[in-house]
């Protein structure tokens, strides 16, 4: 007990007192504490949010524009066109009267970002410039911070998107750099790590997310962490695994609610100034303890549906802040 208490102790001095960054040596000594001490870590967690971040909360929507019928083979996701059992299929990108009205009711909800999605490797100049007019439009007619995920981005298109008003880009890693190769192959850890890069290059501020329960190790959880300190996005979306019928995950059990928080507490210790947004999974992984991941570091969240699952209904999240005294806000990473 009492070597718990010491590295929790050493941790809130660091984060708090130094505000230094925890080695990836003590954030695994952190990931190695048994469950009784995880309450220990999530209030942990909270306070150094509140400290670093704030108390604001940022609400986004996203739509996904295009669905399915995405040439790569990402094992999590059921918009491959590569996995036949799936139920997802392709559809045409929606037009624009669609994406402003999605827009709008996005904004309706007190959210300040709504985030563009389309099911691609990469998008061709028409996306680009499709993508650009929507933009525009929805700053117009809605004053709501547009966001795009588009997949793999060359200089110039990345140059196109943050000239034509894109605030942020989410481009995912998804996983460590060791188990990447047994979730994707038709495309590179490397290739998404540049996009990344040149997201921030180009002055967009970039949204980099994480799956937690693909069949990573703890160790390769940590590594994760350490990859996303490289890339140093703005926000980082944290998904759990709601396995997907017809995909290679598809039998892959749930991450254990306890666990779930325990590593978004991890999450924020490692990752103390970012924008820690609760994703996809949450409902079905955490339940009854969504209430304590908001207490564990998150301070941002998606509200309504995702791209192929379910959300629960917007006003649940928007009482469970109500009632955790949390305002919504506009957030930013600190500097």
């Known amino acids: 007990m009492s070597s718990a208490r010491q590295l929790l102790d050493d941790a809130r001095v660091a984060l708090l007192d130094e505000r230094r960054d925890l080695k990836l040596e003590e954030l695994s000594a952190l990931a190695a504490l048994e469950d009784q001490h995880i ?72 959210a300040s970002e709504f985030c563009i999605v389309v099911a691609m490797r990469g998008p061709d100049q028409r996306m680009i410039d499709q993508v650009i007019e929507a933009t525009a439009l929805v700053t117009r007619e809605v004053g709501i911070n547009v966001a795009a995920s588009l997949g793999i981005l060359t200089k110039t298109q990345a140059k196109q998107l943050a000239a034509g008003g894109v605030h942020r880009y989410n481009h995912n890693l998804e996983t460590a750099r060791s188990h990447f190769p047994e979730i994707v192959t038709t495309h590179s850890w490397e290739q998404r790590f540049e996009t990344c890069t040149l997201v921030r290059e180009v002055g967009m501020e970039l949204c980099c997310g994480a799956i937690i329960g693909l069949g990573e190790t703890d160790e390769q959880r940590i590594e994760l962490i350490g990859n996303l300190r490289d890339v140093d996005p703005a926000e980082v979306p944290l998904n759990f695994l709601n396995p997907r019928p017809g995909t290679p995950l598809e039998d892959r059990p749930l991450v254990p609610a306890l666990e779930a ?25 955490l339940r009854e303890l969504q209430v304590m991941g908001m207490t564990a570091g998150i301070n941002a969240l998606i509200v309504g549906n995702y791209l192929t699952t379910l959300g629960r209904e917007p006003q649940q999240d928007l009482k469970m802040l109500d009632d955790l005294k949390m305002p919504i806000g506009v957030l930013s990473k600190v500097l």
């Open 261 to 285: 928080i325990k590593w978004i507490a991890l999450f924020r210790l490692g990752l103390p100034d970012v924008i820690l947004r609760y994703a996809g999974g949450r409902e079905v992984t």
């Open 39 to 110: 309450p220990a870590l999530a209030a942990l967690a909270h306070d150094v949010r509140i400290e670093r971040c704030g108390l604001e909360v940022e609400v986004e929507g996203i739509l996904s524009a295009k669905t399915g019928g995405c040439p790569e083979d990402c094992h999590f996701c059921s918009q491959s066109s590569q996995f036949s059992e799936s139920p997802v299929r392709a559809t045409p990108i929606l037009n624009m009267d669609e994406i402003l009205e999605a827009a709008r009711e996005t904004a309706q909800l007190g």
